[in-house]
């Protein structure tokens, strides 16, 4: 029995020791871990502290992006549009004057010859449609000069009561001239006429406007400072008698007028 019993006691002595054994490694193992723990804890902080910062400077730049996206907006104005090309000296400007032949009008008449008509068509609608095009211009100004020999009509002016029927009906009909500035009138509505009749030989004009200066405009475009008495007859003077025909624009009117 007592065999028996130191078997089972040796056998208990080496479980406890194993026992002992495991314990003491179980413990070793448990501090050997220590450090590793608090190395990792330390490292996911700093790792934390690292997002937390990455976040902040996102959140910053963002805030700046926005900044620079809204000052970018501002400065996109939009650009005006490429202004026309502005004309030198007189090119806008073409005087059709009594000088050359194919510019003659019969003396007291506004009848445009076949000749004056070949002119116009030949020299001057390319240039009207060329300037036109290239300065932008919608509108034709036809200007009538005149010398300062008297108009010598057997009737009085019908202008006034004929001048806007005349232009309507695109006809001459009934008018009398009777005074150089009758008559530079009616010229230039004459040959406005014929222009408007042939547009589409220029498209970009729309507008086209007879005036009369009369014989108050000398070529050199100064004013005449003859002073002729009533009755005085000044003399005839080819290079004076002219039509004058200038290219502009309609916005010029349509421009918002100072205010006062």
């Known amino acids: 029995m007592k065999g028996m019993d130191l078997k089972y006691a040796e056998i208990f002595a080496i479980l406890c020791g194993v026992m002992l054994l495991a314990w003491a ?25 690292e997002i937390k910062s990455t976040q902040a400077r996102l959140q910053g730049s963002e805030s700046r992006e926005r900044e620079l996206r809204k000052k970018l907006e501002e400065l996109q104005i939009p650009l005006p549009e490429p202004a026309s090309p502005t004309p ?8 059709l004057s009594e000088n050359e032949k194919d510019f003659q009008f019969a003396t007291g008449s506004a009848e445009i010859r076949p000749e004056f008509k070949d002119g116009l068509i030949s020299r001057v609608f390319p240039k009207i449609r060329e300037k036109s095009e290239i300065f ?3 509108v034709l100004m036809i200007i009538g000069h005149t010398d300062e020999k008297q108009v010598r009509g057997s009737q009085a002016s019908t202008l006034d009561d004929q001048l806007t029927a005349a232009y309507q009906t695109q ?9 150089n500035t009758d008559l530079g009138m009616v010229r230039a509505l004459s040959v406005a ?33 003859s002073a002729l008495g009533p009755g005085r007859a000044g003399e005839a003077d080819d290079s004076r008698r002219r039509i004058e025909l200038q290219l502009t624009k309609s916005s ?9």
């Open 88 to 95: 030198q000296d007189d090119s806008l400007i073409f005087t």
């Open 171 to 179: 006809s001459l009909d009934g008018l009398n001239a009777g005074s």
């Open 193 to 225: 006429i014929f222009l408007e009749q042939n547009r589409e030989q220029y498209p970009a004009v729309k507008y086209f406007l007879p005036y009369s200066a009369g014989q108050l405009i000398l070529p050199d475009r100064t004013l005449s400072k």
């Open 25 to 49: 490694a179980a413990e070793q193992n448990l501090h050997s871990s220590v450090p590793v723990a608090k190395f990792l804890q330390e490292r996911i902080a700093a790792l934390e502290g």
């Open 136 to 138: 932008g211009c919608d």
């Open 252 to 260: 010029f009117w349509q421009a918002e007028e100072p205010k006062l």
